[in-house]
């Protein structure tokens, strides 16, 4: 029995993968074009959980401040480290909450506990969901609340990761942003995503997924990976992957900590390759002029 022309399954995945990417920005650029311009200025709220991140807390919260965060709520699940005396550093800063919730693999519930508590919903327009390793930033360097009114017709924006290793031997960097310029070529599957989100579209804790938002209109629901772009760096160091990710486990599902392990810290920085210096030079631009980054 003889058959068709053998199909090759990966090309022709990564030929759909493109025209969708095309398709949707089309679509994305079509509705800026019919939408006139947002009246007012929109409030972006961030919010992170995390455990035992003494080492990078600070970098992050100057990021988002840097983006032009009006809130940013941060999630203690049971540190023990010092980064709560990190962030006590920050109490005079109206802009910053913290709430600590130690209940370990809850993360999607303690995410509705501070955003019930903080009035999240009520007081700012878009909520971004990241962990310590994500920064989130605009690629023509303009801050990230500076570009919501480009979605003003969407309620869901995701962004797929970049994905960033580090020098397997080098000791922890003094800045994850100008230090780890090398990632993977391609980005990171849709099922590695991250999202904004409208806060007030936000009615129940069961629509928080770690990867998505569930339950809304997918009308209003884009992907935006030529505008934005969502720095993910997960290894950072020999040191910070054998001595704080590797025993702290996943604040998510335990069965997830079974994958940190020295394999694939080896693995992700073997096949980060690509040189990707935007947000480091975009800091180093910020820091030269006397803005904090």
């Given at each position: 029995m003889r058959f068709g022309k053998v199909f090759d399954t990966k090309k022709s995945s990564g030929k759909m993968v493109t025209r969708l990417r095309t398709w949707n920005r089309a679509r994305l650029d079509n509705r800026k074009a019919a939408k006139p311009a947002a009246k007012g200025p929109e409030t972006l709220c961030v919010l992170g959980i995390f455990k035992n991140e003494e080492l990078g807390i600070d970098e992050w919260i100057e990021h988002y401040l840097w983006q032009g965060a009006d809130k940013i709520i941060l999630i203690d699940n049971a540190s023990t480290d010092g980064s709560f005396e990190k962030i006590q550093s920050w109490r005079g800063d109206a802009r910053i909450e913290y709430i600590r919730l130690d209940?370990?693999?809850s993360q999607r519930q303690h995410y509705w506990t501070a955003i019930e508590h903080f009035k999240v919903r009520e007081n700012w327009t878009w909520l971004v969901i990241a962990d310590l390793d994500e920064f989130w930033?605009?690629?023509?360097g303009q801050p990230l609340c500076q570009?919501?009114?480009?979605?003003?017709?969407?309620?869901?924006?995701?962004?797929?990761w970049s994905l960033f290793g580090c020098p397997s031997d080098a000791p922890h960097p003094p800045s994850l942003r100008a230090a780890l310029v090398h990632k993977h070529p391609q980005?990171?599957?849709?099922?590695?995503k991250k999202y904004m989100v409208r806060a007030e579209c936000l009615t129940k804790a069961s629509?928080?997924?770690?990867?998505?938002?569930r339950g809304l209109d997918s009308g209003r629901t884009i992907s935006d990976n030529v505008a934005l772009q969502v720095n993910h760096y997960y290894?950072?160091?020999?040191?910070?992957?054998?001595q704080v990710k590797m025993p702290?486990?996943?604040?998510?599902?335990?069965?997830?900590?079974?994958?940190r392990v020295l394999a694939v810290f080896d693995d992700v920085n073997a096949k980060s390759v690509?040189?990707?210096t935007l947000l480091a030079e975009l800091v180093a631009g910020q820091n030269a002029r006397g803005v904090v980054a």
């Open positions: 209940e370990p693999f930033f605009s690629k023509d570009k919501l009114g480009d979605y003003e017709d969407a309620d869901v924006v995701y962004c797929n980005l990171q599957p849709h099922k590695h629509m928080i997924e770690i990867h998505s938002i290894t950072q160091s020999r040191h910070f992957w054998t702290r486990g996943s604040a998510f599902d335990p069965l997830t900590s079974a994958t690509e040189e990707d």
